[in-house]
């Protein structure tokens, strides 16, 4: 079974350039994330999807980040313009499911991930 | 709000020596509690995880127990390898409206020598 694909591995831009990330979840998978990690951090998540409809994206810099996930399949994140703290690893992941609200938990498969440095 | 630590790290150690790695969260209602492990150059993947009071989570030797009173879920390996190498997330889904979404530590960097 393939995992998660992410591209590209890296990229490095200036600050105020526009940059995107895309993200091919494992086959079936409804929910997939976007979390950030900053170096020496654990990961932030940024925006969660239920097939293409958004499930959570309290903690997404509307402002400057915005994320789609047409078809419920591919998704792909945007960051214009970037500022130099935007620099972390972007990771995807994707679970068969939705955590539900009776407890349920799906594991969540990371990607490799996307390293951005903002210079 | 949710939150999730870890010891203060990077941790080294011989092969063969034990290993404990402390975590501790904050949490409303009963969270299920996870340890993800990232080698390098490699995307985080579930090592183990527990879902309710004294549950034991185990895999690849690794070991940690839901622990309520103490809102702990230490992380301990008896006899570490090489290959064990690697940067350990705790982590924590607080249920209900949370859906999904994950809650990290921020990380202990394990090196093991020969």
Redesign the interface.
Known sequence: EAGVAQSPRYKIIEKRQSVAFWCNPISGHATLYWYQQILGQGPKLLIQFQNNGVVDDSQLPKDRFSAERLKGVDSTLKIQPAKLEDSAVYLCASSLRITGVAGRSYEQYFGPGTRLTVT | GNS?TQMEGPVTLSEEAFLTINCTYTATG?P?LFW?VQYP??????LL?A?KADDKGSNKGFEATYRKETTSFHLEKGSVQVSDSAVY?C?L?A?????????????TILTVHP
């Open positions: 999730v009963y299920s993800y150059g490699e995307g985080l993947q579930l995880k879902t997330f982590a889904n249920g209900g409206t949370s859906y999904g979404k994950l809650t990290f530590g921020q990380g």
